[in-house]
């Protein structure tokens, strides 16, 4: 699947919500969101795995490729680029605690400012 956002219709492009869990995004196209490719907000069991995730927010603003809190999640095997950022921000994975047994494997970060 390919999402592509323009930067000022979307803060967000995929979020995985607190009351959801087991959720597998798998093999996505991201880009354009204006500050986080994907979001798993306090939520367990799930699986984020050979994504693509780019070109998301812009110079000034907080962006972040994948952020994660809640777990355990799988994250694993994303590629993760052009994500700029202002000051504390262009991060390409980005852990809010709690985080439990997360898994972070094999994910491909670059061309971030942070």
Request: glycine share 18%; aromatic share 4%.
């Amino acid at each position: 699947m390919r999402l592509s956002t323009p930067p000022s219709s979307s803060t967000v492009g995929v979020w995985i919500g607190r009351t959801s869990g087991g959720n597998r995004l798998v093999h996505n196209d991201i880009s354009g969101a204006f500050g986080v490719g994907i979001s798993v907000d306090a939520s367990v069991q799930n699986l984020i795995e050979g994504n693509l995730v780019h070109d998301l927010g812009s110079k000034g603003r907080e962006a972040t490729g994948i952020g994660l809190s809640g777990g355990p999640n799988t994250c694993c095997a994303n590629t993760i680029f052009n994500i700029p950022g202002g000051r504390d921000s262009g991060v390409g994975i980005f852990l809010v605690e709690p985080v439990g047994e997360t898994l972070l494997a094999s994910n491909l970060v670059y061309g971030t400012d942070g």
